[in-house]
């Protein structure tokens, strides 16, 4: 710690201008100190932090100026500082100045009062001369030249009368004379030529007759001849702003036309055999145009041709859909995975595409045809996307008619509607074919892997009932080694693989006995009743909700509701709330005997055993293995080492106090934590 500065010195270096150079007066004050003890002895040579501030008073106020800190180096206690930033304005009209130095945070007293040497600075304004400062008398011949002059600077009131003369004039800068003339200049009309002064305005204007030309015209107007010798308006009109109208003097484009009738505009090329009879181009190149290649026969040009909104139509002149075409339609496709016609519905109650057959005639026609050749070809196809959507749907609304009808070696099945047939097919192999690569319903019927082979993507896939007395109503039997009579599979999570139901008053969707839902016995003391591949669960039938859950995990956990569950997540260690009854809360404290468990989940291992569980807050594990936030801070952590509630929110800790210990104890620690550390290890869950 110093006491005082005993001595400091304000040095300024002040630079003077030679007379034919302009140069800015430096904005810097050197400022030089000496730092010693309350003993008078210098500081320990070393580094300090020096900042500077300026009051118009020797103590209190309030500064008007503070330097920026900077660092500084002491040798015997001296240190050098440069007082920067400050302009010719800092001081001006303060004749009282005082610095005050704060040196590593303490400011130091007295304040120094500035002499004259820093308001130097204000000499700068001599670089800067006042208006009318400078006479005639005090500029040397030749010294203001012309790139000493703005441009604009003189006007006609500062020159004398006589002393610029056209020898003081550069060249190409005034118009001296006309074809050498000089002095007053007089301009005389000739033949149909008027000549007007006005002020400063010359006008020379031209009449008609006597050879010249003649005429009048609008405003705007492009003028056409009208003879040889006069000129009157065309039809072409152009406004300020360069849009050009034909026949149109409203332009609303670049370019409008406007005709009295329905002859707008033709466009004519080269006649003769294979040349253009007319083309119209667009963009930079002949990438996009329109053209009459044959007589009466226009082609459009262009990768991609879209139109906007109205309607179109090809071979009729009363088009009543977007796209209306009277006559044939081909639409061809050579490129994988693209569609010759592509039909898409996007809302309610439409149609991508639809096909009507609309001959009251007693012949054939057909509102839609697929026709395919080749082994993979697909007359018609049907690939659908959503949950509930069809690939191929048809209705019969007639009494007799049929929605679909497939006449082949593999008919068509499909939906019944009222006493029509939605879907019928006739085949001398296979009754009932439908098969579909997508998401889509299908059945097969004595195919070469399944007897019946039947998908639904709504409602059921197949439905067996056999009377009292009648039979089974699924019987099925296997003779391959390893494979079931009876193969049940559910790819969605929220479906059942087998659903058994009984009902007490029938034999109708139970397995196993008339009294239970799905009844396994064991035939031997060495086989199992039931084998579960993946988790088992039990819900409620009046609530529906999640009774129990057997699964991969190792733990036993119930479920609890949470007073903070927001501050809880897998790994932490809970206690049972006093002020909420049924409820735990995160542990705050060490050695807490209201210990609870440790919510499951850690580190995504799942519980064996739940209760309860998807109806509360958080599983909770209160035995079996788990992985639980550890606080290993104070104190490693090894394998086999007791755990009780730390003081770190919802962590635990090793046992140290035995005795505190009792009733607190939450499990026991199955991995090792370094000291230091806080992390989550496997722990088995021995409440005590």
Wanted: some cysteine; glycine content about 16%.
């Amino acid at each position: 710690m110093f006491a005082r500065i005993v001595r400091f010195t304000l040095l300024a270096a002040l630079f003077i201008a030679a007379p034919a150079v302009a140069q800015s007066v430096p904005n810097q004050i050197t400022y030089q100190g000496r730092l010693t003890n309350s003993s008078g002895q210098p500081l320990p040579d070393g580094a300090h932090n020096v900042q500077f501030a300026m009051y118009t008073v020797a103590t209190g106020g309030t500064a008007f100026w503070w330097s920026f800190a900077q660092g500084v180096q002491t040798i015997g206690g001296v240190f050098t500082a440069a007082i920067g930033d400050m302009t010719a304005d800092t001081l001006a009209g303060k004749p009282d100045v005082w610095l005050e130095a704060i040196v590593d945070g303490q400011v130091l007293a007295p304040r120094m009062k500035l002499t004259s040497v820093p308001y130097a600075l204000i000499s700068g304004r001599a670089l800067a001369v006042a208006d009318g400062a400078v006479t005639s008398a005090g500029l040397a011949p030749g010294a203001v030249t012309t790139a000493k002059v703005a441009d604009g600077a003189i006007t006609a009131a500062k020159i004398l009368n006589g002393t610029i003369l056209g020898v003081n004039v550069a060249s190409n800068q005034l118009v001296k004379s006309i074809n050498a003339l000089r002095d007053d200049v007089t301009l005389a009309a000739g033949s149909n030529i008027t000549i007007t002064p006005s002020g400063n305005t010359l006008t020379i204007a031209a009449t008609g007759g006597g050879g010249g030309i003649g005429g009048g015209g609008t405003d705007n107007f492009i003028p056409r001849w009208n003879g040889v010798s006069a000129l009157e308006d065309s039809a072409i009109y152009q406004t300020d702003d360069g849009k050009v109208g034909i026949g149109a003097p409203a332009p609303t484009h670049s370019l409008t036309i406007q005709s009295s009738d329905e002859n707008t505009l033709r466009l004519i090329g080269p006649t003769g055999t294979y040349k253009y009879q007319g083309r119209l181009n667009f963009g930079d190149g002949n990438n996009a145009y329109l053209q009459e290649d044959l007589d009466d026969r226009l082609t459009i040009y262009s990768n991609r041709t879209a139109v906007m909104g109205g309607y179109v139509g090809i071979g009729t002149t009363s088009p009543s859909h977007r796209l209306d075409v009277n006559g044939g339609l081909a639409a061809h496709s050579t490129t994988s995975g693209e569609a010759g016609v592509d039909g898409q519905a996007s809302s309610a109650g439409t149609m991508g595409v639809r096909g009507m057959a609309n001959n009251a005639a007693q012949t054939i026609n057909y509102g839609v045809y697929g026709e395919a050749y080749g082994s993979q070809g697909r007359g018609v196809a049907g690939v659908t996307n959503g949950a509930t959507a069809i690939g191929v749907y048809g209705a019969a609304l007639g009494a007799s008619g049929v929605g679909v009808s497939g006449d082949s070696t593999t008919g068509i099945g499909g939906k019944f509607i009222g006493g029509s047939s939605g879907v019928r097919g006739e085949s001398g192999t296979v009754g009932i074919v439908g098969i579909h690569t997508g998401t889509g319903n299908y059945a097969e019927l004595g195919t070469q892997w399944y007897g019946v082979h039947a998908v639904t993507w709504s409602g059921n896939a197949g439905y067996f009932q056999a009377t009292t007395g009648a039979g089974d109503g699924v019987y099925a039997v296997s003779d391959a080694a390893n494979k079931s009579g009876v193969a049940a599979f559910q790819s969605n999570s929220s479906g059942y693989a087998v659903y058994a139901r009984n009902n007490g008053s029938g034999n109708m969707g139970y397995i196993g006995g008339s009294w239970c839902g799905l009844y396994a016995e064991a035939g031997g003391s060495s086989t199992i009743a039931a084998a579960f591949k993946g988790n088992v669960r039990l819900t409620s039938k009046s609530t529906g909700n999640i009774v129990a859950e057997i699964g991969e995990g190792l733990d036993y956990a119930e479920g609890f509701d949470v007073s903070n569950s927001g501050e809880i997540g897998p790994g932490s260690v809970l206690v049972i709330d006093p002020d909420n009854p049924g409820k735990l809360t995160v542990s705050r404290q060490a050695y807490d005997k209201k210990v609870a468990g440790i919510v499951a989940g850690g580190k995504g291992l799942g519980s064996g055993v739940r209760l309860g569980a998807e109806q509360f807050d958080h599983d909770v594990a209160l035995a079996g293995r788990v992985y639980c936030n550890v606080d290993a801070t104070k104190t490693a952590v090894e394998p086999g080492d007791l755990l009780t509630t730390s003081d770190r929110p919802g962590y635990a800790m090793k046992v140290t106090n035995h005795t505190r210990a009792q009733g607190a104890i939450l499990g026991k620690a199955m991995e090792r934590l370094e000291k230091g550390r806080t992390a989550q290890i496997l722990v088995l869950v021995t409440l005590q």
